[in-house]
Every structure is written in structure tokens, then in C-alpha cells.
């Protein structure tokens, strides 16, 4: 069964602090994608990336960026110089593999609080 | 394009009623999900359809029917409401071409049954 685990709940930081929010998979499938997405206080989900399992180049969008390690098992998202407006819940997920018609599937971790202050 | 809709927006029961959750989407994606998103467990897959006719059970069904009668619609059906359904369902699509698997999410349903 596939797990993903986002042992952080909550993080607070102060405005243009650097944070790094953790995630953790388990999956038994060696093709596999994996997902973060934003959730603002406004409810909706934002895709915020997805990273295919063969790809292990980090990626950088703007003041975000990405660490996806195979070896540890994790895909971790840095937020470089926060700022208030980045303050939302933010959840890892993890799709097996879509040709097997199960992209529909996501496993998603339980999310973790960001506060960004002034 | 309007992208994935839902209603309705809120939603407030009595234990034993049924209702449906409405479900749209008109980019033309085969596939189709409902989550619940409960306080600190994140999202959890009800139900998903992989094209018409074809659903299949998530990891938390029980409760809930679907259908999938058209590629557009995925309603999701609470057959005797119970008060541990509260929760705010969110309805998603994507598709199964080359590029990227991206599921698109509608805003949402917040459901209460008291």
C-alpha cells in the first residue's frame, strides 16, 4: 500500500525566512509519481508541481523549489524568502503509475500547516 | 472553460437523508475522483471512474455510490447520511494523454449532518 507521511503539522516563520516542508513516500511501484499542491485559507487546491519517479533533477520555479531523492524516499519543497501570501496548508501526494489507468489515484500526506508572519 | 465544478457549495443534512454531490468537468478527462478532506487526515479517495462506466471503490466507500454515466459528470451519492460524513468533499479529473497527469480539483462541497 502506499503511504505518504508529512511529519511537520505545523511550521511558523517569520517573513522572508527560508522553510523547507518534508514529505515522505512509501510504494511498492517503481514508476510513480509524486505531487504537491497548496491549499490557501480560501480552500481550493493549487498544483504546485509534479515530479515523475525517474526524473531526480531538482527543480526550481521562482522562490520555490524542489528536492525529490529516490535513496531517502523523499521529495521535500523549500520556500526560498517566504512571504505572507504563502501562508496555506500544503500537501505532498503520491499517484501510482498512470498508464495502468490509475492516475486518478492519489495518496496524499495529511498536510502541513505553513504561517508566515510580518 | 469552467474547469471541474461542484454543487453544492454547502450542504446541511439530517442523519438518514440522501443527497447527491454534483460533479462537472468539461476538458474532456477520462478520469474523475471524489476525495473527503477531514481535519488532519488530509485528503482520502471515495470513488473514481477511469472512463463511463467504469468506477471503482476508494479507500473510504462505504456510504457512497457512484456512477459515471457521461464523460462530464461524476455524482457522488450519499445513500443515509451519518454525522462522521461530515467532511468537505472535493471532486477532481485529469487525463491520460502525454503531458502532464495534473488532477484539476473543483472548489469543493462542505457537507454537515447533524
Known amino acids: 500500500a502506499q503511504k505518504v507521511t508529512q511529519a511537520q503539522t505545523e511550521i511558523s516563520v517569520v517573513e522572508k525566512e527560508d522553510v523547507t516542508l518534508d514529505c515522505v513516500y512509501e510504494?511498492?511501484?517503481?514508476?510513480?509519481?509524486l505531487f504537491w499542491y497548496k491549499q490557501p485559507p480560501s480552500g481550493e487546491l493549487v498544483f504546485l508541481i509534479r515530479r515523475n519517479s525517474f526524473d531526480e533533477q531538482n527543480e526550481i520555479s521562482g522562490r520555490y523549489s524542489w528536492n525529490f531523492q529516490k535513496s531517502t524516499s523523499s521529495f521535500n519543497f523549500t520556500i526560498t524568502a517566504s512571504q505572507v501570501v504563502d501562508s496555506a496548508v500544503y500537501f505532498c501526494?503520491?499517484?501510482?503509475?498512470?498508464?495502468?489507468?490509475?492516475?486518478?489515484?492519489?495518496?496524499f500526506g495529511t498536510g502541513t500547516r505553513l504561517q508566515v508572519t510580518l | 472553460n469552467a474547469g471541474v465544478t461542484q454543487t453544492p457549495k454547502f450542504q446541511v443534512l439530517k442523519t438518514g437523508q440522501s443527497m447527491t454531490l454534483q460533479c462537472a468537468q468539461d476538458m474532456n478527462h477520462e478520469y474523475m475522483s471524489w476525495y473527503r478532506q477531514d481535519p488532519g487526515m488530509g485528503l482520502r479517495l471515495i470513488h473514481y471512474s477511469v472512463g463511463a462506466g467504469i468506477t471503482d471503490q476508494g479507500e473510504v466507500p462505504n456510504g457512497y455510490n457512484v456512477s459515471r454515466s457521461t464523460t462530464e459528470d461524476f455524482p457522488l451519492r450519499l445513500l443515509s447520511a451519518a454525522p462522521s460524513q461530515t467532511s468537505v468533499y472535493f471532486c477532481?479529473?485529469?487525463?491520460?494523454?502525454?503531458?502532464?497527469?495534473?488532477?484539476?480539483f473543483g472548489p469543493g462541497t462542505r457537507l454537515t449532518v447533524t
Open positions: 477532481a479529473s485529469s487525463y491520460s494523454g502525454t503531458g502532464s497527469y495534473e488532477q484539476y
Open positions: 510504494t511498492r511501484d517503481t514508476t510513480y509519481y
Open positions: 501526494a503520491l499517484s501510482e503509475d498512470p498508464h495502468t489507468g490509475t492516475a486518478s489515484k492519489l495518496t
